[in-house]
T-cell receptor, first 108, second 114 residues
Framework: QKEVEQNSGPLSVPEGAIASLNCTYS??????FFWYRQYSGKSPELIMF????GDKEDGRFTAQLNKASQYVSLLIRDSQPSDSATYLC????????FGKGTRLHILP | DAGVIQSPRHEVTEMGQEVTLRCKPI?????LFWYRQTMMRGLELLIY????????DSGMPEDRFSAKMPNASFSTLKIQPSEPRDSAVYFC????????????FGQGTRLTVV
């Protein structure tokens, strides 16, 4: 059974600080990795995707992938109250499997 | 494109009744996914289709659940008979044909079985 694990949180971070979200996965054959954001009562929306080991930056967001450790992370710099949401890690080979998500709360 | 369209947005039904959820994927997307989301279990993949063909239905919880995709622009998820533990938000998502590309989600159907 392929699994994606995340700390459920809540993770509380002061406004302006860096939020760090982590995810591990069980299937070494996974080749694509995604971070989705989901606001309460809304559907998930893609923030970042990463395929290769290392870092990928997009604005205030940085995704990090370490395939040897089967570990994916998301860093959010200069956290804003609007970043408060649940962040879902997803892993894909032939199908897209999601973790249960980490609730992030940015403290004004 | 209007994105993935799901109907109804909300459904309240009595235990034992048949429930049909509908989904229209983004035009040109070859993959269609059905997910169920609950607080306890998170976002679970129920079944997915590639070019209208069911590829993996191992996530379908019981024989009471069935899904069809008669053409590239329409899919249904049916629960018969429904039970209170089926209460959840059901999402449909579609993805382009390339391997490992992102899934685009519909707005979801909130199902309540009483």
């Amino acid at each position: 059974q392929k699994e994606v694990e995340q700390n459920s949180g809540p993770l509380s971070v002061p406004e302006g600080a860096i939020a760090s979200l982590n995810c591990t996965y069980s299937d070494r054959g996974s080749q694509s990795f995604f971070w989705y954001r989901q606001y309460s009562g809304k559907s998930p929306e893609l923030i970042m995707f990463i395929y290769s080991n290392g870092d990928k930056e997009d604005g205030r967001f940085t995704a990090q992938l370490n395939k040897a450790s089967q570990y994916v992370s998301l860093l959010i710099r200069d956290s804003q109250p609007s970043d408060s949401a649940t962040y879902l890690c997803a892993v894909s080979d032939d199908k897209i499997i999601f973790g249960k998500g980490t609730r992030l709360h940015i403290l004004p | 494109d209007a994105g993935v369209i799901q109907s109804p947005r909300h459904e309240v039904t009595e235990m034992g009744q048949e429930v049909t959820l509908r989904c229209k994927p983004i035009s040109g997307h070859d993959y269609l996914f059905w997910y169920r989301q609950t607080m306890m279990r998170g976002l679970e993949l129920l079944i997915y289709f590639n070019n209208n063909v069911p590829i993996d239905d191992s996530g379908m919880p019981e024989d009471r659940f069935s899904a069809k995709m008669p053409n590239a622009s329409f899919s249904t998820l049916k629960i018969q008979p429904s039970e209170p533990r089926d209460s959840a938000v059901y999402f449909c998502a579609s993805s382009p044909g390339e391997f490992g590309t992102e899934a685009f989600f519909g707005q979801g159907t909130r199902l309540t079985v009483v």
